[in-house]
C-alpha cells in the first residue's frame, strides 16, 4: 500500500512538471480599451440607461482615441446625452459580430438587439481597434430607432 502512495505522489509530480503556465500581472486594472468588443458594447449599453455621459465619451471614438480626449468637454456631453436618449432600453441582446468588410483587424460589427416595451429594435455597432490596441463604439446605426 505504501508502495502504491509512493508511485502515485511521484507520477503527480512528474505530471506536475510536465505543465507550464504563464501568468501576468497587471499593475492597474484595463480600461476600457482593453475590454473585447462585444463587452464595451454592454458598458456602452449600461452607461446608456444610466445616463452616465462621461464614461460613453471614453467607450465613444475612433482608432486615434476616444472623443472625450479629443473634443470640448460640453460637446461630448451634450452629444452623448442624445445618444443615449435615443438609445434608452429596458433590455438588449448581442446577437454577434462580423469583421467589417475592408476592415480586417481593425474594425467589427456588433448586431444588437434593443428592447424597449413590446418593440425589438436591431442597432449595429460599428467598434474600431484603437491605436493602443483597445476598442471604442465607432458607429451606431440609429436608423430604426427613429421609425415608427
Same mark, same amino acid.
Given at each position: 500500500?505504501? $508502495?502504491? #502512495?509512493? +508511485? !502515485?505522489? =511521484?507520477?503527480?509530480?512528474?505530471?506536475? *512538471?510536465?505543465?507550464?503556465? @504563464?501568468?501576468?500581472?497587471?499593475?492597474?486594472?484595463?480600461?476600457?480599451?482593453?475590454?473585447?468588443?462585444?463587452?464595451?458594447?454592454? $458598458?456602452? #449599453?449600461? +452607461? !446608456?440607461? =444610466?445616463?452616465?455621459?462621461?464614461?460613453? *465619451?471614453?467607450?465613444?471614438? @475612433?482608432?486615434?482615441?476616444?472623443?472625450?480626449?479629443?473634443?470640448?468637454?460640453?460637446?461630448?456631453?451634450?452629444?452623448?446625452?442624445?445618444?443615449?436618449?435615443?438609445?434608452?432600453?429596458?433590455?438588449?441582446?448581442?446577437?454577434?459580430?462580423?469583421?467589417?468588410?475592408?476592415?480586417?483587424?481593425?474594425?467589427?460589427?456588433i448586431m444588437t438587439t434593443l428592447?424597449?416595451?413590446?418593440?425589438?429594435?436591431?442597432?449595429?455597432?460599428?467598434?474600431?481597434?484603437?491605436?493602443?490596441?483597445?476598442?471604442?463604439?465607432?458607429?451606431?446605426?440609429?436608423?430604426?430607432?427613429?421609425?415608427?
Amino acid at each position: 500500500m505504501q $508502495r502504491a #502512495l509512493i +508511485a !502515485v505522489a =511521484a507520477f503527480a509530480l512528474l505530471a506536475g *512538471g510536465c505543465v507550464s503556465q @504563464t501568468v501576468s500581472r497587471q499593475e492597474s486594472t484595463p480600461g476600457p480599451d482593453a475590454v473585447a468588443p462585444s463587452l464595451v458594447v454592454e $458598458r456602452f #449599453l449600461q +452607461a !446608456v440607461n =444610466a445616463r452616465d455621459v462621461t464614461t460613453l *465619451g471614453r467607450l465613444f471614438g @475612433t482608432s486615434d482615441g476616444p472623443i472625450s480626449a479629443r473634443d470640448d468637454r460640453a460637446a461630448v456631453e451634450q452629444r452623448m446625452f442624445t445618444l443615449a436618449s435615443l438609445l434608452q432600453h429596458d433590455d438588449y441582446t448581442i446577437l454577434g459580430d462580423q469583421v467589417v468588410p475592408g476592415r480586417a483587424g481593425e474594425a467589427i460589427d456588433i448586431m444588437t438587439t434593443l428592447r424597449k416595451g413590446q418593440r425589438a429594435v436591431a442597432v449595429p455597432f460599428t467598434l474600431v481597434r484603437t491605436r493602443e490596441g483597445g476598442w471604442l463604439v465607432e458607429r451606431i446605426e440609429t436608423g430604426e430607432l427613429t421609425r415608427r
